[in-house]
């Protein structure tokens, strides 16, 4: 049996939430054995020409990517694009408007955060002084640096997440515009991380078969940590819903050492992989 390719198609870089900057991703990656990599930082496509001047001299293959925020229903949702053109002037002008929003929003959770007698002043200026475009994570570890929390996680639970003081409601673009987008883009959409949504079943697979009219067709089967049973379940929605498998870790940073780069992750024999269509 020859060897399986060593693919990652979900990272970021410190160009959204990740802590490395582009180049010290790619040579991680490089590093740990990683053939295939794509950067997917969220809404912005701003690390992938660092990244991609790394690879080459690395002999790593950069795929260029972007998770992009989507609404469907009252839900958001994250949409990988891989494969895309990152100078196609539709998708740069879309991504624009998503950095505003994120720019806006984090101001927004920052006055909240003050209502909540938080130095949210301070938090935003953290936020700020990042060079990456602004997430709930970058507040999440301003907390923490703070001292407010002692893990990001606890931030999430107290003030970030759904539902939590300092959680704001975003209007992403819908679902069926952000995959548009990416196809106008030349690139092939895969909803990602489909077990991380608070849905039920059946909401899961109504969002599958939407994604799947707006022109998607892949899914992240494999991301991260996910456990077995997850694996499983997202294979069987792909072949339920004639979907491409793809796999990524969705790296962000060495704190989270049970998810490290290069950990060659297993795309069950059943799902055709996305990447085969690119002669991988
Ligand atoms: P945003 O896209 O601005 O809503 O930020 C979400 C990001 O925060 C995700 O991409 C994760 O990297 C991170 N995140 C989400 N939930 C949690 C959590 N419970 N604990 C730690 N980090 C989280
Ligand atoms: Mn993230
Ligand atoms: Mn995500
Ligand atoms: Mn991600």
């Known amino acids: 049996m020859s060897a399986a390719l060593n693919i990652d198609l979900h990272t970021h870089s410190n160009r959204s939430d990740g802590s490395l900057a582009p180049a010290a991703l790619i040579e991680q990656a490089a590093a740990a054995g990683v053939e295939v990599l794509a950067l997917t930082d969220h809404d912005t496509v701003a690390g992938l020409e660092e990244a991609q001047g790394c690879a080459q001299t690395r002999g790593v293959k950069l795929v260029p990517g972007v998770e992009i925020s989507a609404s469907w229903r009252a839900q958001a949702v994250h949409v990988l694009g891989l494969w895309i053109d990152p100078a196609a002037p539709a998708l740069l002008r879309m991504l624009e408007a998503q950095g505003e929003l994120r720019r806006a929003r984090v101001r927004r959770i920052c006055a909240r955060l003050t209502q909540l007698k938080l130095p949210g002043a301070d938090l935003l200026a953290a936020v700020e002084r990042h060079p990456g475009l602004p997430t709930r994570a970058h507040l999440a570890h301003a907390l923490v640096a703070g001292g407010h929390v002692s893990t990001a996680e606890a931030a999430f639970r107290k003030y970030l997440g759904k539902g939590k003081a300092a959680h704001v409601a975003t209007e992403w673009p819908a679902l069926e515009a952000v995959v548009g ?79 490290p780069l290069g950990r060659s992750l297993k795309l069950p024999d059943r799902v055709t992989p996305v990447w085969r269509s690119f002669g991988l």
């Open 181 to 259: 987008w990416i196809r106008a883009a030349g690139g092939v959409a895969s909803l990602a991380h489909p077990a991380r949504y608070a849905l039920s079943s059946g909401a899961r697979r109504r969002l599958l078969g939407d994604f799947t009219v707006a022109g998607g067709t892949s899914l992240e089967v494999v991301s991260g940590g996910n456990a077995a049973q997850h694996v499983d379940t997202c294979a069987a929605l792909a072949l339920a819903f004639g979907l491409l498998g793809s796999v990524g870790s969705d790296f962000h940073d060495n704190r989270a050492a049970w998810n």
